[in-house]
């Protein structure tokens, strides 16, 4: 009794444990904290984040997916935003000299 016991609690507890923690508790953090917690469900932080942010900024997706990902996590979330920001303005400056505005 004392073998058995000690099997099934072990195994029960590794199981319910072990897998539903990590898709319940890393699935509702990820979805809680959406792209923070990203990294948890196993997909790149980097893609996510610059994919998202290239297609809400209207930046072209190639240009953004062409730079290296290590390098991209490595800079501070600032910084990328900051050129990002930088990009589409020169963006809507080239666009507003062409339609005349400028």
């Not at 072990?10 to 444990?17: F, H, L, P, R, T």
């Not at 610059?50 to 997706?61: C, E, W």
Request: glycine content about 4%; aromatic content about 0%; proline content about 0%.
């Amino acid at each position: 009794m004392g073998t058995n016991n000690a099997s099934v609690m072990d195994i029960n507890k590794a199981s319910v444990m072990g897998i539903n923690k990590a898709s319940v508790m890393d699935i509702n953090k990820a979805s809680v904290m959406d792209i923070n917690k990203a990294s948890v469900m196993g997909i790149n932080k980097a893609r996510v984040m610059d994919i998202i942010k290239a297609s809400v900024m209207g930046i072209n997706k190639a240009s953004v997916m062409s730079i290296n990902k290590a390098r991209i996590m490595d800079i501070n979330k600032a910084s990328v935003m900051d050129i990002n920001k930088a990009r589409v303005m020169d963006m809507d400056i080239n666009k507003a000299s062409v339609m005349g505005i400028n």
